[in-house]
């Protein structure tokens, strides 16, 4: 979220006492992501946190929230792991020895902090930190989560439940009118005009769908959402993953598509840094690649497009969403498309070998 939570600091720090037993001394709002509350809590002596507050009276929070009864005890088993090359932030027990606390309406999670930039802001990626992103994902594809943990595991099931919204909410750009909010006429600017191209996107995406249904392929644990935004690389080499809530039992390409180029970054590169991991025979499958290139554009554009127009969300926060429909989302889609196309022409049988 882009603005601190309502309820503030005082809040916080009896959550923190309440919860974890800890004395804050200190508490930094952190402005990134859309689906909850990001802060960095200082505690005397010198010790550092990150705590995450959803919201779970918005629908995108409700998610997060119920994912999270699988994400944290898997982020809990990652760290434990201490993998070569990839790591997580610890959650935290609370005092009773939950990894989460709730508050109505609010669900928290306390972290061990991981000091140091994203790589939001690192494109285009180099070769070499696009093959060190390879070697972790590929590291983190061969764990195996006991069968607990399988169990409650989300399954990538190839269904988009957001394409009915997002057509509805398409069509409702077209009642905006002068009368309305600037913040709502703004959206109508950005958005309307590009109506077939995403309806086009859309008929794509499903057809892609349909021929990922008759490619069987092995699944693993992926991370879900594998951009430069939730990795932190330390000086001395090690990355981290952040913003597990999106992990999934699913094919590599739910991890590896945003790598074949579309957004900047070397496919290649990002297929010899695997390899030298993966040691067995590696195939990637242009119809899941493109299946999930295609999908990420839509589930962003229909989740950015139903907070401005349907949640009761500040104004800082609606201007910041049409700003990302705008700028990483709607901007992207003829790469997608080029890039796809492309990769679809080199493959051989359902497959590209780099």
């Not at 935290?92 to 972290?111: M, R």
């Not at 195996?144 to 997002?166: G, H, K, V, W």
Request: with cysteine; net charge negative.
């Amino acid at each position: 979220m882009k603005l601190p939570l309502p309820e503030g600091n005082t809040f916080i720090r009896a959550l923190l006492r309440e919860q974890w037993h800890l004395e804050v001394t200190g508490i930094h709002f952190i402005p990134v992501g859309d689906s909850a509350y990001s802060y960095r809590i200082e505690v005397s002596p010198d010790s550092r946190y990150y705590l995450k507050i959803v919201d779970q009276r918005s629908p995108t929070g409700q998610r997060t929230a119920a994912h999270m009864e699988f994400s944290l005890p898997l982020q809990q088993l990652v760290a434990q792991l201490h993998l070569a090359g990839v790591q997580a932030p610890r959650p935290l027990p609370t005092s009773t020895g939950a990894l989460s606390a709730i508050h109505e309406p609010f669900l928290c999670a306390l972290y061990t902090f991981i000091p140091g930039e994203t790589l939001a802001n690192a494109y285009p990626l180099s070769p070499a930190l696009v093959q060190r992103i390879a070697q972790a994902l590929a590291t983190l594809h061969a764990v195996q989560i006991p069968a607990f943990l399988r169990q409650r595991s989300p399954q990538d099931n190839l269904t988009a439940p957001f394409d009915a919204d997002l057509l509805a909410d398409l069509t409702a750009l077209y009642t905006i009118s002068v009368h309305d909010a600037p913040i709502l006429q703004r959206l109508r600017e950005v958005v309307w005009p590009q109506r077939e191209q995403i309806r086009a996107f859309l008929v794509h995406s499903q057809e892609y769908a349909r021929k990922a249904q008759q490619t069987p392929v092995s699944s693993v644990l992926c991370h879900g959402d594998a951009w430069g935004g939730n990795m932190i690389v330390s000086p001395s080499g090690q990355l981290t993953l952040l913003d597990w809530e999106s992990a999934v039992i699913a094919p590599p390409e739910r991890d590896v598509f945003p790598y074949i180029g579309y957004i900047g970054p070397d496919f290649a590169a990002f297929d010899a840094g695997y390899r030298l991991i993966h040691k067995e025979p590696m195939h990637w499958h242009t119809d899941w690649l493109a299946y999930y290139a295609y999908r990420i554009q839509l589930r962003n554009l229909a989740h950015w497009l139903h907070n401005v127009l349907h949640e009761p969300l500040d104004e800082v926060q609606r201007a910041n969403d049409v700003t990302m429909i705008e700028h990483h989302c709607l901007d992207r889609l003829e790469s997608v498309e080029r890039t796809m196309t492309a990769l679809v022409a080199r493959s051989t049988d359902g497959v590209v070998d780099i």
